[in-house]
Antibody, heavy 120, light 110 residues
Framework: EVQLVQSGAEVKKPGRSLRISCKGSGYTFTNYWINWVRQMPGKGLEWMGTIDPSDSYTNYNPSFQGHITISADQSISTAYLQFSSLKASDSALYYC?????????????WGQGTLVTVSS | QSALTQPRSVSGSPGQSVTISCTGTSSDVGDYDYVSWYRQHPGKAPKLIIYDVTERPSGVPDRFSGSKSGNTASLTISGLQAEDEADYYCCSYAANYVYVFGPGTKVTVL
C-alpha cells in the first residue's frame, strides 16, 4: 500500500526553527515528487512547493519562497519542510502529497497532515 | 499566482445532482487540461477524485465527473449521497511546475 506518513504535531515559539517530515512507503520514493500544501485554520488549500527526491530539484510558490526550505533524503524515503524563523501566521495544518512527474499534474495520495502551532 | 474561484457552498437533496464551478484565467485553467479535484471530509486529508479535467482515479464512483470550458472547470456529482457532504477543492497547473488551488466549496446534502 502506498503511504505518506507525516511527523507529529508541533508547538513552537515565534522565531524558532522547525522541520517536519513526510516518509513514503510502498513505492519507489525517487520516482515521484513530493509537494507540500498548507491549510490554515478553517481555510482552503495552498500549494507551497515541490521537490524531486532523485536530484533535490525544488520549485516554490513565490508566496512562500525565502521563508521555507523543502528537502529530501532518498536513503530514508523522507521529504522535509523546514521553517527557519516561525511566525504566528505559520500556524496551520501542513500536508505532503505525492506526484508522478512529468506526466502527472495531480496529487495522490496525501499524508495525514502535521499540525503546527506557533505561539508565545 | 491568484487563487481560483469557487462558490462557497452548494447543496442538494439525496439523489440530485450538484455542480461546482472553478474559474481561473488563461494562464492556468484556460491554458492547460490539468485541472484536478479533491474531496476533504472534516478532519481528514484531501483525496483525489478527478484529474486531467475529466479522468477518474480507480475506485472513484462514476457519479463524479469533470469538464472544462474556457477558463472554467466544473465538477458534477450525480446521485448525491450523504457521504458526499464534504469540502471540494479544484486545483490547476499554472506552468513551470506551479499549482494553484481554489478556496473550496462546501457541499451540503439536505
Amino acid at each position: 500500500e502506498v503511504q505518506l506518513v507525516q511527523s507529529g504535531a508541533e508547538v513552537k515559539k515565534p522565531g524558532r526553527s522547525l522541520r517536519i517530515s513526510c516518509k513514503g512507503s510502498g513505492y519507489t520514493f525517487t520516482n515521484y515528487w513530493i509537494n507540500w500544501v498548507r491549510q490554515m485554520p478553517g481555510k482552503g488549500l495552498e500549494w507551497m512547493g515541490t521537490i524531486d527526491p532523485s536530484d533535490s530539484y525544488t520549485n516554490y510558490n513565490p508566496s512562500f519562497q525565502g521563508h521555507i526550505t523543502i528537502s529530501a533524503d532518498q536513503s530514508i524515503s523522507t521529504a522535509y519542510l523546514q521553517f527557519s524563523s516561525l511566525k504566528a501566521s505559520d500556524s496551520a495544518l501542513y500536508y505532503c502529497a505525492r506526484q508522478k512527474v512529468p506526466s502527472a499534474k495531480w496529487f495522490d495520495p496525501w499524508g495525514q497532515g502535521t499540525l503546527v502551532t506557533v505561539s508565545s | 499566482q491568484s487563487a481560483l474561484t469557487q462558490p462557497r457552498s452548494v447543496s442538494g437533496s439525496p439523489g440530485q445532482s450538484v455542480t461546482i464551478s472553478c474559474t481561473g484565467t488563461s494562464s492556468d485553467v484556460g491554458d492547460y487540461d490539468y485541472v484536478s479535484w479533491y474531496r476533504q471530509h472534516p478532519g481528514k486529508a484531501p483525496k483525489l477524485i478527478i484529474y486531467d479535467v475529466t479522468e477518474r482515479p480507480s475506485g472513484v464512483p462514476d457519479r463524479f465527473s469533470g469538464s472544462k470550458s474556457g477558463n472554467t472547470a466544473s465538477l458534477t456529482i450525480s446521485g448525491l449521497q450523504a457521504e458526499d457532504e464534504a469540502d471540494y477543492y479544484c486545483c490547476s497547473y499554472a506552468a513551470n511546475y506551479v499549482y494553484v488551488f481554489g478556496p473550496g466549496t462546501k457541499v451540503t446534502v439536505l
